[in-house]
């Protein structure tokens, strides 16, 4: 939120652009590439290879601190350097866009340039540092992919002991497919 944020005063405040058309679009097809760095960075945080990874250097002593800094460590060993990399690449490019003499090439470079060294910074700075404070410390088991599986193996095994049930004489079939009585 916060480059998207910096991106709009960018537009408003820094250009004095008066919102058109290439300023919204520029607005709206950007929203996803702000956070595109930000997303590789935590995806390796919560990285099942990150706990097992030794950093160098010296460790907090408690337990919580270590997990979070070895996971932020990982993050940024595994990924820091393609994302920079990345930036770099994608700023290069735009230079070339604020040389056009068309208008609309000229403002998408400068948003592209913006919005790709708030990203990057966002990424690398604050990003890790609200990890290290108050970055979960076991964020696979409750992530929304394993809520589901775990509702869903709950309801196959429910489904499961009502058909073994059923064969076992313990249950009789009602009117409705899937709704079965006690006996």
């Known amino acids: 939120m916060g480059v998207i944020i910096g991106l709009f005063w960018f537009i408003c405040v820094l250009m004095a652009w008066p919102i058109g058309p290439i300023e919204v679009i520029a607005l709206i097809v950007f929203i996803g590439y702000a956070v595109t760095y930000s997303l590789h960075v935590a995806h390796s945080y919560g990285s099942g290879d990150a706990t097992g990874w030794k950093a160098c250097g ?12 070895k996971r932020t ?24 866009l604020l040389l056009c003499k068309l208008t609309i090439f000229t403002k998408l470079g400068a948003v592209a340039l913006t919005v790709t ?10 990003l890790p540092a609200a990890l290290l404070t108050t970055g979960p410390r076991y964020p696979g088991p409750l992530s929304l992919r ?20 059923l064969a076992d004489g313990q249950l009789q079939q009602t009117g409705a497919p899937g709704q079965l009585e006690e006996l």
């Not at 010296?58 to 800094?69: D, E, N, Q, T």
């Open 73 to 96: 460590a990982f993050a940024l060993a595994s990924i820091g350097s393609a994302a920079l990399g990345s930036a770099v690449t994608t700023a290069g490019c735009s230079i070339f």
């Open 58 to 69: 010296s460790m907090p002593a408690s337990g919580i601190r270590v997990a979070r800094y």
């Open 146 to 165: 394993n809520l589901m599986n775990r509702s869903s193996f709950v309801a196959k095994s429910k489904a499961r002991r009502e058909r073994d049930q």
């Open 117 to 126: 060294l708030l990203s990057i910074f966002a990424a690398l700075v604050p």
